[in-house]
């Protein structure tokens, strides 16, 4: 286990907004709490886990992309995916997981990036960041209608959509992927995978109706270790984004990371 470092400010700007740091840096409240959005709060120490959270999976990245890793797992919080490319929502201040990916085109070797995110909300943030770089495929599953209810339609050969109804099943869940995901990574055949890896489509969680359960977060995983197998050298980053009971959030990361390290 590795604790991260902040990441650089530099490395933010190749994806957000030039100014979003100073934003956020100026909303960032010495004690208690400032709302940014009503779901989205600041506290004294949230600027400084943010970045943190943001420095841990780019040291991912550069780690699987030296050989130093096969795979890593980035136990983070906040969560990311919402972060679009100037504001922040939905709990998320720094977009994590696209900082990475557009960060990970200027290292040697990695010309092509897949994002694979199976929270159970769909990650507008990732597609508004990822949407105009070509080189970067964002495959998102996620309960429709539900929050965020943004850009959760565009239409770019680089982002697939995968909508699942409330109420939707593991069997469900695995048609609509397998329809989905699995031939636009063949064909995008990335040099790096990053999974935004959301566990709050469990069946337990609060915050959403979809009935996943550990053995299909599992089973997402193994297919997700194969295809970076056959295409990214099986370099695997995931990072933690939504999950909201406890038990389950616990119960599907382990099944998660148990296919990760095999």
Known sequence: ??????IGDELVRQAHHPELLQRLRQSNPEEGLTALDPDTWMGPTSMAAALRAAGSVWQGVKDVVADDEARVFCAVRPPGHHAEFDSPMGFCLLNSVAIAAINALSLAGIDRVAILDFDVHHGNGTVDLCQKHPEILVCSSFQDPHYPDRLQDVVAPNIVNTPLAAGASGNDFRRAISGSWWQAVEAHEPDLILISAGFDA????????????????AWVTGEI????????????VSTLEGGYDLRALADS???HLEVLAR
């Open 225 to 236: 270790v194969a295809l970076a197998e056959q295409f990214s050298k099986g370099r695997i």
């Open 1 to 6: 286990m590795l604790e991260a470092s902040p």
């Open 253 to 255: 990361t382990l099944a």
């Open 202 to 217: 469990h069946r337990e969680d609060p915050l959403a109706h979809i009935n996943l359960e550990e053995r299909d977060f």
